[in-house]
């Protein structure tokens, strides 16, 4: 089991507070060159001069699975739209986007932020995974700007 690096200062707090909040955060890099941050939170979340957005293209994830040696590290993800988010990638929709091609090849990195529970200032986030995507398009509503998936 890889270990992953947690600063002293969070390992401290997280063994003091009872209290804290917990999001993941994405970053995609498109072999565009466009970059997108993009928090599963309720509020855009600020690290290390980089925004995350809460307002763009929903991403939800599965487990990392790590087999072997050396170590393998797999991650599934769903990128979705709704009406209430932004899912404009390159000038185009979600969708068209991956159909074009945008998403072939970029790059995955997913961390974990912590939170304070009190103030929502940003108390460590851990690095979990870095990696390369392939895209598998799936449909779950007959309209392509209603909820359409790909992953």
């Known amino acids: 089991m890889n270990m992953k690096n947690c600063t002293l200062d969070l390992a401290q707090h997280l ?16 072999s565009s060159g466009s970059v997108y941050h993009i928090a599963d939170f309720d ?10 957005r809460h307002d763009m293209f929903i ?8 087999a072997g040696q050396p170590s393998v590290e797999t ?31 970029c790059q995955l990195t997913l ?16 690095s979990l995974f870095n990696g390369r ?5 799936l449909y779950t509503s007959p309209s392509p700007r209603d909820g359409a998936t790909s992953r």
Do not use: P, W
């Open 15 to 30: 063994n003091a507070d009872n209290e804290f909040i917990c999001c993941d955060l994405f970053t995609l890099t498109l």
């Open 43 to 52: 509020s855009d979340v600020s690290f290390n001069g980089k925004t995350y």
């Open 59 to 66: 991403i939800s994830r599965n487990q990392t699975k790590t």
């Open 75 to 105: 991650l599934s993800v769903t990128i979705s739209a709704d009406r209430q988010h932004n899912d404009n990638v390159d000038n185009m929709f979600l969708l068209k986007a991956v159909h074009e091609g945008k998403f072939d090849d």
């Open 111 to 126: 961390s974990r932020a912590f939170l304070d529970a009190e103030n929502g200032a940003v108390l460590g986030v851990l």
């Open 133 to 137: 995507c392939e895209v598998c398009l």
